[in-house]
């Protein structure tokens, strides 16, 4: 399936958002519990099953970018490549709302879904979602899918265990759907690796050729540390009651390996079973370390 991002590209942006809409969402985040619910069998919290007929019929445009991946794998270092390189790499555009408010989640909830329908084309959108739950208009549409975008190697066994279902599920869902749909595979291991080949293999993939020093710009923008100081990425402008940075900051240590500083010997032979079981005959292979 492919692509026609028509004139969206040459689009002029959304000024700064305003911050009634941005305290808004925030509110909106803030009111999620950590209560459960379940939608076709995949746990989920229950802020989302409340709102999930909104997410279902949650209608996707011609040329909307999804970046579709499992929490804390790396989703909003990808969110903010994929910016720049729609806005050319224009720094203080990027600026124009918190990375949260201005890539809407599709299921946290109904103010973000009201954001994605006030934008101008190309969206880019961002979901955790395993792929049959995501909203049938996606499907149905001529859509860029920028898919389940991995680091699955920081603490896999709790990833196993969060909210938005099983992860050999959700990885081996997403591989499978890229032999139907136009969907670009990135790892993070080779993000960290070479960020400059991974980040010209996006730009191929959305049709998109930029200068050298503009890429260069989107890899100094986006690095680790910049990010991390940048409290429009880092979460730090949210109150405690939202996310509570003293137990985990947001952005944490940015590296490939460091389960080897979580797990025991007897750990990681569990868990190298579990995986060789579940991701058997996959053709999907993660690297563990650099």
């Not at 445009?61 to 729609?86: F, H």
């Not at 995501?134 to 709790?158: I, N, R, Y």
């Not at 279902?165 to 890229?178: C, L, P, S, T």
């Not at 190298?272 to 563990?288: I, N, P, Q």
Request: aromatic letters at 12%.
């Amino acid at each position: 399936m492919f692509v026609t991002l028509g004139c969206g590209f040459n689009q002029k942006p959304p000024e700064r958002m305003d911050p009634k809409v941005i305290e808004k969402v925030v509110q909106e985040m803030a009111d999620f519990t950590p209560d459960m619910g379940e939608i076709e069998g995949v746990p989920l919290l229950k802020g989302i099953c409340d709102v999930w007929d909104t997410i279902h019929n949650f209608q996707a445009r011609d040329g909307d970018i999804v970046v579709a991946s499992y929490p804390k794998s790396g989703t909003t270092w990808m969110q903010e490549i994929l910016d720049l390189i729609v806005l050319d790499g224009d720094v203080e555009k990027s600026l124009r709302a918190p990375g949260f408010v201005k890539v809407p989640f599709l299921e946290m909830g109904h103010t973000s879904l009201e954001v994605a329908n006030t934008m101008s084309s190309p969206r880019i959108l961002k979901t955790h979602l395993p792929v049959q739950l995501m909203p049938p208009s996606f499907w149905e549409k001529d859509v860029k899918k920028q898919s389940d975008w991995l680091l699955w190697a920081t603490a896999p066994l709790f990833l196993c265990t969060v909210t938005w279902g099983n992860w050999f599920d959700h990885v081996i869902g997403w591989w499978k759907a890229k032999e139907r749909h136009k969907i670009l595979y990135v790892f993070y291991e080779d993000m960290i690796e070479d960020s400059p080949r991974e980040i010209h293999k996006v730009m191929r993939f959305l049709g998109k050729d930029l200068p050298e020093d503009v890429v260069q710009k989107i890899l100094h923008h986006t690095s680790f540390q910049s990010m991390k100081n940048n409290p429009m990425f880092n979460f730090s402008a949210l109150s405690e009651t939202v996310f509570d940075q003293s137990v985990s900051t947001f952005m944490r240590k940015g590296i490939v390996g460091d389960w080897k500083n979580h797990f025991h010997e007897s750990q990681n032979l569990i868990f190298d079973k579990e995986y060789e079981e579940k991701m058997e005959g996959s053709g999907l292979a993660f690297r563990t370390e650099l």
